[in-house]
C-alpha cells in the first residue's frame, strides 16, 4: 500500500493525516511518522500497514487520556474504565480495549501523569476539608478505584482526627443552647454520618463539656 499524501492536521497540532492510495485516512502523531519513516509515497507491506495502524490507534488512545487527566485528576481505575466505555451510541466501538487501556496507562505511569499515592492524598485531603471522617473517606477512595494498598498513607497525611472532630464541633454547636442533649446528639450523629467512630466523636464531645453517660 502506498501513501498518497502526508499532511499535517489542521485542527490538532502535532498529527498528521496519512492519506493512502486506496481513499482511507490514517491519523497519526509525530512519534508514529518518525518511527515509521512515513513521507508521501512510502510503501508499506502488509506487516508494516498492520503495526502501524495498531501504532496509530494505541496514539489516539494516549491523546484522549490526556485529554481526560487534563480536565481532572483520576485514578488509573477510573481512567482505563472511561477508555473502555461503550459509547451512548450502541452501534459504536469503545475506544480502546482493557489491553490498550492498560497499555497506555502503564506509560503514563512511567511518565508521571498517573499516580494513585498521589491521587489518593488529594481526593482524602479534599473530603477531610469538606469534615468527613476516614471510614468515609475509605468509601470515597473505594468508589474511586483508589488502591487499597495506598489508602493508610494517604489518611496519614491529614489532619488528626481529633482536630478534625474538635473544628466541626465548634462549627456545629456555635450558638446551640448547650443545655438541651439534643444538640449533642445532632452535631454527634452528623459526624457519625461524615465517618467518625463513636469512640472519637464520644471524646470529641467530652472535649466540648458535653455529658456522654459512658466512664
Known amino acids: 500500500m502506498r501513501i498518497s499524501k502526508l499532511l499535517p492536521s489542521q485542527r490538532v497540532e502535532g498529527r498528521w493525516l496519512c492519506h493512502m492510495e486506496d481513499g482511507t485516512i490514517l491519523r497519526v502523531g509525530e512519534g508514529e511518522v518518525a518511527a515509521f519513516g512515513l513521507y508521501s509515497g512510502r510503501e508499506l507491506d502488509d506487516a508494516a500497514l498492520d503495526a502501524l495502524n495498531a501504532a496509530a490507534r494505541v496514539g489516539q488512545v494516549r491523546e484522549r ?6 480536565a481532572r485528576p483520576l485514578s488509573r481505575k ?11 451510541n450502541r452501534e459504536k466501538e469503545p475506544l480502546a480495549d482493557r489491553e490498550i487501556a492498560e497499555q497506555v496507562a502503564d506509560r503514563l505511569e512511567e511518565l508521571g501523569y498517573l499516580d494513585d499515592g498521589a491521587y489518593g492524598q488529594l481526593v482524602a485531603r479534599h473530603y477531610a ?17 483508589v488502591p487499597r494498598e495506598v489508602w493508610d498513607q494517604a489518611l496519614e ?23 438541651d442533649p439534643r444538640s449533642y446528639k445532632r452535631a454527634a450523629d452528623a459526624l457519625a454520618r461524615r465517618g467518625f467512630r463513636w469512640e ?16
Open 78 to 88: 477510573e481512567l482505563v474504565d472511561k477508555l473502555t466505555a461503550q459509547p451512548r
Open 129 to 145: 476539608d469538606k469534615g468527613y471522617g476516614p471510614a468515609r473517606i475509605r468509601e470515597e477512595l473505594y468508589r474511586r478505584g
Open 157 to 179: 497525611e491529614l489532619e488528626g482526627t481529633a482536630a478534625a472532630i474538635d473544628a466541626f464541633l465548634e462549627k456545629k454547636l456555635r450558638g446551640a443552647d448547650l443545655t
Open 65 to 70: 487520556a490526556l485529554e481526560l487527566l487534563a
Open 200 to 215: 472519637d466523636i464520644r471524646d470529641g464531645l467530652r472535649r466540648y463539656g458535653a455529658e456522654t453517660g459512658e466512664e
